[in-house]
């Protein structure tokens, strides 16, 4: 049997030994002319043709080349002499293996010696800077420092911390060491085990570059180094340095934690009040002002200033926003004042950019009433989000200190009740027991069962909360529909709720006898043009204005007269027997 190669391993076939010609036999000669008889008849091959000229022979050719198929070719074929011949190259898989590992060899030797020659480079460049002896001695010594345990005990410990402060102390090294990431350890170390003199010293030349420092990430944990092992005094230099720069380090990466680390743990309440200022505008930047402690004090005075400082805090928050550092008390503070005190516009947009961030801003007290004020002022769509992102953190908020507040808040006014038990209620029977045994937990499930009950929480909450649920607040917001038929209408215009509100404005009179704040008095101060535009429209929103107008008292129809006198021509368009009611209630105060 033939053996058969794989592709690669074939052998070469040796070369056929070249036959000798030989007369041919009367039979073979017969064949021959037998055949090229056929060629001349198919015209394949001409016959010899005696006396033709030299044109009819080009002729003749001409036709041939172009009906044959095989031309005969003024090229060279390979040489048919063994001597001439060449063999052809097989490739194999085990040289090529070898060529690659001699390749690879090589390469090797070049790397390693390049690396070599790059690290001789970069000695030299290090030895040419004045600072190299200097840093070289404090690696050594900075090497032993950094032991748990020393040979020689604290003594030998004192004596090394000595010899490094006077090698680096004076000479300008310790503000560029904290800023290089071998030598800013040597730093931390000196803070760690140093006496309080040496810190002392120290801070003297850190302190004026904390600005830098705290953006620089190897800087940055020497700033907490002064701020845990420093004195009083230091800490307090440290968190002065930053004024006028608090926007800038809170929206950085880098020094926005230990910023909040400054803030909520060392700070004094003057400091925090300084650090807030610089949020309401760059007035407040290089000038402080102790009478200010509330965005609302910044345009007591001049209330032209309202717009721009509103503005100013509103671009600050989303820029921090925008990067998502709200894990700041600073943050939180301002962003509670903010929601206080802004537009509903601006509120209403703040809201929307929070909802994901929910959870982050219930970690402080401003960032519970911060998260309180979203549940409070946000649309359904809101609520909806805020939800969702407290499901999977739910149970860890309502053991914390501030963040139970949130939970409450939304148990306490969320008006989707299918969605509050499916996400919110659900979990919380879930894990009662785990709630039950912690001290804030527990608070959530006491609202449950006795909410407002002064004897289970603080007043001030419930006043809080009191506040947040506002039925006004409620009523007068246009998003504020009801589904009836499939047909969604507003709340002010469902039967049920009209009678409700109704029966509410006619308890008035009782209110005023006792002395007690009103539905009334409170409805007509938070009613605004576009409230009453889509009111007047309606028939029952008429009837609410004009049991409002009946049970209130003499200010609260004053206050109605002043809002309403803008709209009399659109009530006078308006058909329905309520706006006619109101059009004489309206005319006859007016007269």
């Known amino acids: 049997m033939k053996k058969k190669f794989a592709s690669g391993d074939q052998e070469a076939s040796p070369p056929k030994k070249a036959k000798l010609n030989k007369p041919l036999s009367d039979s073979k000669e017969k064949s021959v002319k037998t055949q090229s008889a056929k060629l001349v008849k198919n015209g394949l ?157 120290i801070s003297k030349e850190l302190v004026p570059v904390t600005v830098d420092m705290l953006q620089s990430k190897y800087g940055v944990f020497c700033v907490k180094r002064l701020l845990k092992y420093g004195s009083n005094e230091i800490r307090s230099q440290v968190i002065d340095a930053m004024f006028g720069h608090a926007v800038k380090l809170a929206s950085h990466s880098v020094s926005a934690p230990v910023v909040e680390y400054a803030f909520s743990t060392w700070a004094s309440q003057t400091q925090k009040q300084y650090l807030i200022q610089e949020f309401y505008s760059d007035l407040y930047k290089n000038s402080k002002d102790a009478n200010v402690k509330h965005l609302e004090d910044t345009y007591k005075t001049d209330k032209s200033l309202k717009t721009g400082i509103l503005g100013a805090t509103k671009a600050n928050l989303i820029r921090i926003i925008n990067k998502s550092l709200l894990d700041s008390g600073l943050v939180q503070s301002v962003l509670y004042q903010f929601l206080t005190a802004c537009s509903e516009g601006d509120r209403a947009e703040i809201i929307t950019q929070l909802a994901p961030h929910i959870v982050v801003i219930s970690n402080s007290r401003d960032g519970a009433r911060a998260a309180m004020q979203c549940i409070w002022h946000g649309t359904n769509k809101d609520r909806k989000v805020i939800m969702k992102t407290l499901k999977e953190h739910l149970i860890d908020l309502s053991k914390h200190e501030h963040g139970h507040c949130t939970v409450i808040a939304l148990l306490d006014s969320a008006d989707d009740t299918v969605l509050l038990h499916k996400i919110i209620l659900s979990e919380i029977l879930k894990n009662a027991k785990d709630l039950a045994v912690s001290e804030w937990g527990r608070k959530v499930l006491l609202w449950l069962v006795a909410p407002d009950d002064s004897t289970k929480f603080h007043p001030v909450f419930i006043k809080e909360l009191k506040e947040g649920r506002d039925i006004v607040d409620v009523i007068i917001n246009l998003e504020w529909k009801i589904k009836e038929k499939e047909n969604e209408i507003l709340g002010i215009e469902h039967s049920g709720l009209h009678m409700t509100l109704k029966k509410l404005a006619q308890h008035d009179k009782q209110n005023l006898d006792d002395a007690n704040p009103t539905f009334s008095a409170v409805l007509a101060k938070k009613l605004s043009n576009e409230v009453l535009k889509t009111w007047i429209k309606l028939n029952r929103g008429c009837f609410l204005l004009v049991a409002a107008f009946e049970n209130g008292s003499e200010e609260t129809r004053n206050v109605l007269i002043d809002t309403l006198r803008k709209h009399v021509k659109l009530i006078k368009n308006q058909r329905t027997p309520g706006a006619k009611i109101l059009l004489k209630k309206v005319e006859q105060k007016l007269v």
């Open 45 to 201: 091959k001409s016959k010899p043709l005696s006396g033709d000229t030299e044109k009819s022979k080009n002729k003749h050719n001409n036709k041939l080349k172009e009906k044959s198929k095989f031309i005969k070719s003024n090229k060279k074929g390979s040489p048919t002499n063994l001597k001439d011949a060449k063999a052809k190259n097989f490739s194999t898989k085990g040289t090529d293996k070898a060529k690659k590992r001699i390749e690879k060899s090589e390469k090797v030797e070049d790397w390693s010696k390049f690396k070599k020659e790059k690290k001789e480079l970069k000695l030299k460049r290090k030895q040419a800077k004045n600072s190299f002896d200097v840093i070289t001695r404090a690696k050594k010594i900075g090497e032993e420092l950094r032991r748990k345990s020393l040979n020689g005990g604290e003594e030998k410990r004192t004596q090394l911390i000595n010899e490094l402060h006077s090698l680096l102390k004076d000479k300008g090294h310790y503000p560029k060491f904290v800023l290089a990431h071998d030598t800013a350890r040597l730093v931390q170390w000196l803070l760690k085990y140093a006496s309080d003199i040496v810190i002392q010293q």
